[in-house]
């Protein structure tokens, strides 16, 4: 049995939990919340001992793997500390919010032989899986140029106050446009070399941005576009397109991929589904589970989370002082 300690019990720890749901092998144990209320209130539906202070998962015996889903700027130091109490650790994006930081919580997991697996949710979304496989088979040549973007409410129902600060929250890139560079930099295949970027609050009077947009250049070669958007309007959108030397890929989350190639469009068999953010989240623990159960290595690193890290540190610099910023790359 693999035991669960969650610090952060919240709004996506919850969200965590129906994923854990679908593994007899993976139980809660133990969460915290911050204070004992808040602990025991989401104790009473979803199982677990409550507990105010994440430090008292640490020594618990039956605790093998430590859920990170707190603010921002606490995710290195529960990691790390974490890691080196001998607990594997899944820690929700972004890894953290510097790449110092997660440099840092890399090491620690590195020397105490533990996991540590950053919860970049588009890596196990279905249709951004399938595109990537599709990628792979080389049927459209190399990437060269890509856009992605994340347009959606900003102010919904789960946001805090310490989503508007710099320290904490970081503004809407860091807290949600951070899947759309994710699943950029996955798809074309290659870090971001340097970031030309804008940063504005448009939509909302705030001390962080509420819009990003950004033009990337890649390590690989080729060029991108992203665009990250806190609206005030309820309805989502998330979409990205690969122009590639033989062909386009187009992926919509809820509808899946499209190719085209020849002057004609088609849909990628197989690559949508119903729910797929929590299908998403199922994947990444069965991956931790792999892991844990038969040493399979992780499908996301920490070197992946600090380049995207690192890109969005570019980007915040890159519009502050309206110049080109080149990326801090991941130590050898």
């Given at each position: 049995m693999?035991?669960?300690?969650?610090?952060?019990?919240?709004?996506f720890?919850?969200?965590?939990?129906?994923a854990?749901?679908?593994?007899?092998?993976?139980?809660?144990?133990?969460?915290?919340?911050?204070?004992?209320?808040?602990?025991?209130?989401?104790?009473?539906?979803?199982?677990?001992?409550?507990?105010?202070?994440?430090?008292?998962?640490?020594?618990?015996?039956?605790?093998?793997v430590?859920?990170?889903?707190?603010?921002?700027?606490?995710?290195?130091?529960?990691?790390?500390?974490?890691?080196?109490?001998?607990k594997h650790?899944?820690?929700?994006?972004?890894?953290?919010?510097?790449?110092a930081?997660?440099?840092?919580m890399h090491?620690?997991?590195?020397q105490?032989?533990v996991?540590?697996?950053?919860?970049?949710?588009?890596?196990?979304?279905?249709?951004?899986?399938?595109?990537?496989?599709?990628?792979?088979?080389?049927?459209?040549?190399?990437?060269?140029?890509g856009?992605?973007?994340?347009?959606?409410?900003?102010?919904?129902?789960?946001?805090?106050?310490?989503?508007?600060?710099?320290?904490?929250g970081?503004?809407?890139?860091?807290?949600?446009?951070?899947?759309?560079?994710?699943r950029?930099m996955?798809l074309m295949?290659?870090?971001?070399?340097?970031?030309?970027?804008?940063?504005?609050?448009?939509?909302?009077?705030?001390?962080?941005?509420?819009v990003?947009?950004?033009l990337?250049r890649?390590?690989a070669?080729?060029?991108?576009?992203?665009?990250?958007?806190?609206?005030?309007?309820?309805?989502?959108?998330n979409d990205?397109?690969?122009?590639?030397e033989?062909?386009?890929?187009?992926?919509?989350?809820?509808?899946?991929?499209?190719?085209?190639?020849?002057?004609?469009?088609?849909?990628?068999?197989?690559?949508?589904?119903?729910?797929?953010?929590?299908?998403?989240?199922?994947?990444?623990?069965?991956a931790?589970?792999?892991?844990?159960?038969?040493?399979?290595?992780?499908?996301?690193?920490?070197?992946?989370?600090?380049?995207v890290i690192?890109?969005?540190?570019?980007?915040?610099q890159?519009?502050?002082?309206?110049?080109?910023?080149?990326?801090?790359?991941?130590?050898?």
């Amino acid at each position: 049995m693999i035991g669960v300690g969650i610090a952060g019990a919240g709004h996506f720890a919850a969200h965590h939990l129906r994923a854990m749901a679908a593994f007899s092998d993976i139980r809660l144990v133990s969460s915290a919340a911050g204070d004992l209320g808040s602990a025991e209130s989401f104790a009473r539906p979803h199982g677990g001992s409550a507990v105010a202070d994440w430090r008292a998962l640490l020594d618990h015996s039956a605790i093998d793997v430590i859920l990170v889903t707190t603010p921002h700027h606490l995710h290195a130091p529960i990691a790390i500390a974490a890691a080196r109490a001998g607990k594997h650790v899944y820690v929700e994006k972004p890894l953290a919010p510097s790449l110092a930081d997660c440099i840092a919580m890399h090491r620690a997991a590195e020397q105490s032989g533990v996991h540590l697996l950053p919860g970049h949710l588009m890596r196990f979304a279905l249709p951004i899986t399938a595109a990537a496989e599709h990628l792979a088979t080389g049927a459209l040549g190399r990437p060269r140029v890509g856009r992605s973007g994340t347009r959606k409410r900003w102010m919904e129902s789960n946001r805090r106050p310490w989503h508007l600060t710099r320290e904490a929250g970081g503004g809407m890139l860091l807290t949600a446009g951070i899947h759309a560079l994710d699943r950029l930099m996955l798809l074309m295949g290659s870090d971001v070399s340097a970031v030309s970027a804008t940063s504005e609050n448009l939509f909302h009077d705030q001390p962080v941005p509420d819009v990003d947009l950004a033009l990337l250049r890649f390590a690989a070669g080729g060029l991108g576009v992203l665009g990250s958007v806190g609206h005030r309007d309820l309805t989502m959108v998330n979409d990205t397109e690969i122009g590639c030397e033989d062909g386009t890929l187009r992926i919509d989350l809820d509808t899946g991929v499209r190719i085209g190639q020849g002057g004609h469009w088609r849909d990628l068999p197989g690559s949508s589904e119903p729910d797929w953010p929590l299908r998403a989240l199922e994947r990444g623990w069965a991956a931790m589970r792999a892991a844990l159960l038969h040493g399979t290595p992780l499908p996301v690193t920490a070197a992946q989370g600090g380049a995207v890290i690192a890109t969005i540190a570019a980007t915040q610099q890159s519009s502050s002082e309206r110049r080109e910023i080149p990326v801090a790359g991941w130590p050898a």
